[in-house]
């Protein structure tokens, strides 16, 4: 005789309770514990102990609702950006928001622009925070947008820190399309730009992703050595432009300020440096 466990006995018994649902948020636990990089079908089946046609099932009905996405090359499965819109602080990424917040309503009520915190995703950006400017003509991402790397503030953060054979295969893989006419289409005008963006610790979008926009975001780091996140500030051209100095300061104090609470050995290495030296006492 088989022994049961105490959840299938409880669905045996419970006439309320709907197995289904158990193996759906199996499958969501499985994805879960690697948010960022995707889990492969085989490993998903492993962790939830289910038939492989089964999780292929679930994995398909919930890539078709939109929750769930599956990399055409390596076919890995991820979470969507999508689950963003139910409440990011239910998420895997909810310290990060919780630290984000404050910081980004700081930059709206500073300069009145939208605010946008993206995660790196699928050779791109997916945001996953917005906090929208209330001007009435104003310009703010979607929650779950996919961003390009070579055309956003965003997407030029995470494509600055990673390898060239990196960068490379994301780019054959997305393409450069012109967007707008300011779009940086060669792949050494690109280099160019995401060199300064290293240097100067944030990324500019001038109307390369929309025109009659400009967008400045900053990388955030955590223990690694590539960014787990980007924060930007967007707005119309024609109010962007006039503040753009003090908006690219007020994004890097910001970001420097969010991976410091991260634990990242380089801000924190800078803070030090930064920090008065203690007085003589008597």
Known sequence: MTKRTANSRKSHHDKNFIAVTQRVFSVLEA??????SGVPLEEITQICGLPKTTVFRLLYTMSKLGFVEQDPDSGIYALSGKFFELGTNALPYQRLTVLARPLMQKLLLSFGESV????PKLGGAIYIAVAESPKPHRVAASIGGFSLLHSTSVGKCFAAYLSAEERERQLIRHGMPP???????????LEEELARVRAEGVAVDNEENSQGIICTGGPIFASGQQPIAAMSVS???????QNLPAVKTAVLEAVQTISL???????????????PPPRATE
């Open 31 to 36: 994805l879960s514990q690697q948010p960022k």
């Open 116 to 119: 946008n915190l993206a995660v």
């Open 179 to 189: 967007l707008t006419p300011n779009t940086i289409v060669s792949r050494q005008g």
């Open 235 to 241: 707005g119309p051209a024609v109010r962007m432009s």
């Open 261 to 275: 609470l991260l634990g990242s050995p380089e801000q924190s290495r800078e803070f030090v440096e930064k920090s």
